[in-house]
């Protein structure tokens, strides 16, 4: 199995900035993908930022220009800096990552439990 652990997340006032971090355990032998979601209460989770093992990045429109996303996938991390922050950039962040592992031929997707990020306005 894969596990993903999230850090970062906290209170922040509107126009700060918080750096999410992702770090990815288990008997990996390939990750093609890592990136960010969120989901706000009452609303979808939606892809905020994600990064392919190519280098590719993609965004949600919301946030481009004003979040990042890193990694490095040899080490098994990914990272989202966030500045700017507004308070609709409130929400529980997970991670997720398509990863296969040893002793399986194939790629599944894992998500993270999750961190708080709150914008106060």
């Known amino acids: 199995q894969v596990q993903l652990v999230e850090s970062g997340g906290g209170l922040v006032q509107a126009g700060g900035s918080l750096r999410l971090s992702c770090s990815a355990s288990?008997?990996?032998?390939?990750?093609?993908?890592m990136g960010w979601y969120r989901q706000a209460p009452g609303k979808q989770r939606e892809l905020v930022a994600g990064?392919?093992?190519?280098?590719?990045?993609n965004y949600a429109d919301s946030v481009k220009g004003r979040f990042t996303i890193s990694g490095d996938f040899a080490k098994k991390t990914v990272y989202l800096q966030m500045n700017s922050l507004e308070p609709e950039d409130t929400a529980v962040y997970y991670c997720?990552?398509?990863?296969?592992?040893?002793?399986?031929?194939?790629?599944?997707?894992?998500w993270g439990q999750g961190t708080q990020v709150t914008v106060s306005s």
């Open positions: 288990g008997s990996i032998s390939r990750i093609d993908f």
């Open positions: 990064l392919g093992s190519g280098g590719t990045t």
């Open positions: 997720n990552a398509d990863a296969r592992v040893i002793y399986r031929p194939y790629s599944r997707n894992y």
